[in-house]
């Protein structure tokens, strides 16, 4: 039999399995391209599963020792079947074609049964939401399965590659994302797609206001790169914001704050006068080419945040930046928060690589903080500190030193700590914050640096 099908989807082909089974057990190294699952014909799931356990035990394979464990394992007796596949005759470099193969119809089979299990919840009892929520769920798992690891590269080939994107760089043409904070970006050298930046500080510190002013600047930048190409602003590039600590509405208006420079006491209130309206329209407009969109629900796990942004791309978007408020009060899995925090973690590294774009999360810092005599945060005080710090590839902690010594000689001036810094050293860029109008600005280049003092 060449190819089964369902409909007009191949399912499986029974000669590809058996000749990729065949050159296996001749150069074991092959087991890597599939995993047993993968294979549709089930006597030969179990034959791979057996190649890969005494592959990983390091035990000679050949038909003998393969059967062996499998009799063992199961009772069944495949040694008749094993040798016929040992003697086939297969081109020896057609292994990865024949992986693909197997992969790719593998695909094809938990397609078809992801789509059997949508049309069961359908027809369901299920409400609209829960039916949503299953959904997503099913199309998550189904775009994990598609996703392969990247092909092991050479030294030189990496080294060939980041030629390549240094050139991009200069050129202007590669994707490396600016905060807008001339110093910071100085120190960082700008983010890119799969990094994870956490910025951290106690209340007070802005550390919302410096995540919402890096999105809206970095959105800002997008627009106008595609001005000067002298192209449309791309649509399909969009900001997603998880705030789980404030609504929705209260984030606009902190961006309202900002781009219209409306005094935050008066977006309280709503005593704007004529002028400030008119610039909250021209905010409104200019938000609109922003593409920043939020998900405000108070309670968020990990997987949440992978299946907003999976509904962004099938819709044909691309995300540009992934923005969360804050990791602490995520969705745990686990009795221990030190341990959820671990898993959340990781999960926000993955999730910045699987979407090829940089990940911020805001965290909190302990309050030992608090208890010393300079202010200052440390990287150990980060609230699940050794993951968290480990993950990272930057790590920005906001310090503003007139919460603590209001009589302090630079007012209205904040230190945007770099303590980590994967791609660099650490630093600290001196900016202004000017906290009525929800924002960090660069500081004026006449700044006399001698008149910044550490706090006693």
Known sequence: MMDAAIGNTAQYSQETEQSL?????KDPSLVALCDSTDFYIAD???????ISDLTARSVAIDPVTVNNLITKESGKDLFDYLADLYSMTVPA???DSYSKIVRDHSYSRHAAQTADKMKKIASGPLSSIEKSASFNALLTDLEALAVMEAEPMTMLEAMQQQAVNL?????????VVKSGYTELDRIIGGFMGGDYIVIAGRPGMGKTALAMNIVENIAFARM???VD?????????????????MKGTQLAGRFACSIAEIDASKMRSGALTEAEWARYGEAMAHVAKMNIVIDQRSKISADDIRQVCNRLVRKGKKIGGIFVDYLQIMLMHKDSPVESLTDISADMKAIAKFFDCPVFALSQLSRDVEKRADKRPLPSDLRGAGAIEQDADVIIMPYRDEV???????????????TKNRGGTPGVALVKFEGKFSRFKDADPFIDDDTWVEAD
């Open 167 to 175: 050139e991009s760089i200069a050129e202007g043409s590669f994707s």
């Open 404 to 418: 603590y010594h209001p009589d302090t000689p630079s007012p209205g001036m904040a230190e945007l700590i770099v």
């Open 93 to 95: 470099d057609h292994a």
């Open 229 to 245: 190409h002298e192209d449309e602003v791309d649509d399909n590039v969009v900001f997603p914001v998880f705030s789980m600590e």
């Open 224 to 226: 106008e790169r595609d």
């Open 21 to 25: 089974i065949s050159l296996t057990l």
């Open 44 to 50: 030969n799931g179990i034959i791979w599963r057996a």
